[in-house]
């Protein structure tokens, strides 16, 4: 399974601005910060908006900042909400009576099912504050290094 850039933009602008605590940030700051185009960071931020992970201030003094409690956010659950499709195989059902070309009975499907929900049990351990956290120590350890 591969994640997309979508899901891997939505929680940079997480870990960006959970790292800011609660001081507002731009879309700019976080697109040249992270090389991200302009364009589709606002889509990711307007999404992420809508969701209520992040809060956003129109205006001259305006931006973005984490709305939602960062060590009540599942990784797990986030991408959930982000990502549009899960399918690890697609179904090659014939069209005349539905049932399975490769006349497997749709073990596979369930496999696939069983391995998507133990992926999903596994991120959902894990939150956005272990996130943040875990950039604050290695931007840390960097600035002592520079």
Same mark, same amino acid.
């Given at each position: ?5 979508? @899901?891997?933009?939505? !929680? #940079?602008? !997480?870990?960006?601005? %959970?790292?800011?605590q609660?001081?507002? @940030? @731009?879309?700019? &700051?976080?697109?040249?910060?992270? $090389?991200? *185009? ?10 992420? %908006?809508?969701?209520g +992970?992040?809060?956003?201030? =129109?205006?001259? +003094? ?9 060590h ?6 986030l991408? =959930?909400?982000? &990502? &549009? ?15 399975? #070309?490769?006349g ?10 069983? %391995? /998507? ?5 596994? !991120?959902?351990?894990y @939150? /956005?504050?272990?996130?943040?956290? $875990?950039?604050? *120590? =290695?931007? %840390? /350890?960097?600035? $002592?290094?520079?």
């Amino acid at each position: 399974m591969r994640l997309t850039l979508h @899901t891997d933009y939505a !929680l #940079r602008v !997480l870990v960006h601005v %959970g790292l800011r605590q609660g001081e507002l @940030t @731009t879309i700019n &700051e976080i697109a040249e910060e992270h $090389a991200i *185009s302009k364009n589709h960071l606002t889509k990711v931020v307007h999404q992420l %908006g809508r969701a209520g +992970y992040l809060e956003t201030v =129109r205006g001259k +003094y305006g931006g973005v900042r984490l709305q939602a409690d960062p060590h009540l956010v599942r990784i797990g659950q986030l991408i =959930r909400e982000v &990502e &549009e499709d899960f399918a690890l195989a697609r179904c090659q059902r014939d069209d005349d009576d539905g049932s399975c #070309r490769l006349g497997m009975g749709c073990v596979a499907r369930a496999a696939f099912a069983e %391995g /998507l929900e133990a992926f999903f049990d596994k !991120l959902d351990r894990y @939150t /956005l504050a272990d996130m943040i956290t $875990a950039e604050r *120590s =290695r931007t %840390g /350890l960097l600035a $002592a290094c520079g």
